[in-house]
């Protein structure tokens, strides 16, 4: 099907809860990447989220809740360690995951027993659950595979013509995706790192790491990890380990000779190293926020400014810095460099 998207601002809350209580899906900024909505109880509308970004049938969405009793309603169990994690973090960037109730469709979770569920920290995006009066499934609103969208033009690129509207909220906070906590099992097990660091969790639950998205027995413990992500159209390179700056510049060279546009991201401090190609700025190594804000809008930029290849330094691990690291490793697939 072939829509004629409009582009709706916070003053539109009302025409963008119609569209989804009609079945529509409605883009909309969350406080981490935009999100594209549809009603989570409605199976049709949710295959539509599925259609519009080409999004694996297995891949499962996380369902946007405006209030702790809304998301409550969503499952069958509630465990005191998850009601201490929401009153610590909700309204913010994390997501549950526990047993779901029957009202789930088997659509919105890919299949699983269990549905993810968090109350995003945004105006528009409550004030749009509030309006539509239903929790909204909402995966990031980009094409399957592309780097999330953290402005609504991201979206526009995407999904004009594929979705009946957006709301620009202007640019999202964050800047990556909530973090996924699987709270079905003691201790708590940590799926995507996001904004709500592994460090922030642990001062109030037991929180292990999910090394790998495998169980033993090979079926995915969260399946979008097996996917690939966060992509741009040029080469992604993560070079890691001792002497980067001196591999990034050989690499650089490297890549000119053959004639490729080449572009380095880096932290500010190590900008003076790379004279003379373009430069991604993540801003200071001091404030990793600003680097998370940054990261997919600027893979999107090195694709608009036609480069063929982008060299990124490795960022310290800790913190909001785990969450970066996990984007970039999975910009860059299987192109990593470790000296
Ligand atoms: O910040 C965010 O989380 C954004 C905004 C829009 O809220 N949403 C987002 O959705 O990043 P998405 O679909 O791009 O990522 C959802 C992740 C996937 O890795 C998916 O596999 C995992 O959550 N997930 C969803 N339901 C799950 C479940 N029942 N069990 C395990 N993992 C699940
Ligand atoms: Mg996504």
């Known amino acids: 099907m072939r829509y004629e998207t409009k582009m709706l601002t916070a003053a539109d809350i009302e025409l963008a809860a119609h569209l989804l209580r009609q079945g529509e899906c409605v883009a909309f900024p969350t406080e981490t990447v935009y999100g594209l909505g549809a009603n989570a109880l409605d199976k049709r509308a949710v295959a539509k989220i599925y259609a519009a970004k080409g999004r694996p049938a297995d891949n499962p969405l996380i369902v946007h809740c405006h209030s702790q009793a809304q998301a409550r309603e969503l499952v069958r169990d509630w465990p005191q360690q998850v009601q201490k994690l929401a009153d610590a973090f909700w309204p913010g960037p994390l997501t549950v995951v526990l047993p779901k109730n029957p009202v789930v469709p088997a659509a919105v979770t890919g299949g699983l027993d269990t549905v993810a569920l968090r109350i995003p920290d945004h105006p528009i995006a409550l004030d749009l659950i ?77 929180v292990e790491t999910a090394n790998s998205g495998l169980h033993t027995s090979g079926a995915p413990l969260s399946p979008g990890v097996k996917y ?17 700056a001196e591999n990034i510049r050989r690499l650089a060279a490297c890549h000119g000779q053959k004639g490729k546009k080449v572009a380095v991201m880096a932290c500010d401090e190590s900008r003076d190293n790379y004279p003379g190609v373009i430069f991604l700025a993540l801003g200071s190594k001091a404030n990793l926020q600003v680097a998370a804000a940054r990261i997919y809008h600027l893979l999107r930029q090195a694709d608009a400014m036609g480069c063929d290849v982008i060299l990124i330094e490795e960022l310290p691990r800790e913190h909001l810095g785990r969450a970066i690291m996990d984007r970039l490793q999975k910009a860059a697939g299987p192109n990593i460099i470790e000296t």
Request: hydrophobic fraction near 40%.
């Open 228 to 244: 690939r992500h966060y992509s741009p159209s040029a080469q992604a390179i993560l070079v890691t380990g001792k002497r980067v």
């Open 130 to 206: 509030a309006a539509a009066r239903l929790p909204v499934a909402a995966p990031s609103a980009n094409l399957s595979g592309r780097p999330s969208p953290t402005r609504a033009e991201h979206v526009w690129q995407d999904l004009a013509g594929r979705i009946a509207a957006i709301i620009d909220g202007g640019p999202t906070g964050w800047g990556v995706e909530s973090t996924v906590l699987d709270c079905t099992r003691l201790p708590f097990r940590l799926l995507r790192p996001g904004g709500i660091t592994l460090e922030d969790l642990r001062r109030l639950a037991p």
